[in-house]
């Protein structure tokens, strides 16, 4: 059986269990729960290929992914559904990702003026 308590918190895992028992669920329903068809898997890398193709084409003004776009776009032409965080973790196994860049320090001195008060 899949480890459901590293998927679900710990209320999510009180809900299942006792459904479970209640047999209003059954078991492959549980093993199964937050996993991707192999379909949706295959759209989700095929359309982060063409995007990648987008961005690295230097005629186009695109210059990083859009994860919400593709969420959008699953759902719209195939009928899917995929959260952000595995399309994100899709992107990361399929050199489909670039990390956020890192903010800058505020090395600005702000001129005024102003006296300042204390």
């Known amino acids: 059986m899949v480890q459901i308590h590293k998927q679900f918190n710990d209320i999510q895992v009180k809900e299942l269990i006792e459904r479970y028992i209640a047999k209003k669920i059954g078991r492959k329903y549980v093993q199964e729960t937050h996993r991707i068809s192999p379909a949706t898997e295959r759209n989700i890398v095929k359309e982060l290929k063409k995007e990648k193709e987008l961005i690295e084409n230097k005629n186009t003004p695109i210059k990083q ?3 919400s776009y593709l969420q959008d776009l699953l759902e719209q032409d195939y009928q899917q559904k995929a959260s952000l965080p595995t399309i994100i973790d899709r992107a990361r196994r399929n050199h489909c990702y670039f990390p956020r860049a ?6 600005r001195e702000v001129l005024t003026h102003y006296p300042e008060l204390i």
């Not at 890192?102 to 090395?107: E, N, S």
């Open 65 to 67: 992914y859009n994860y």
């Open 102 to 107: 890192k903010r800058k320090v505020h090395d």
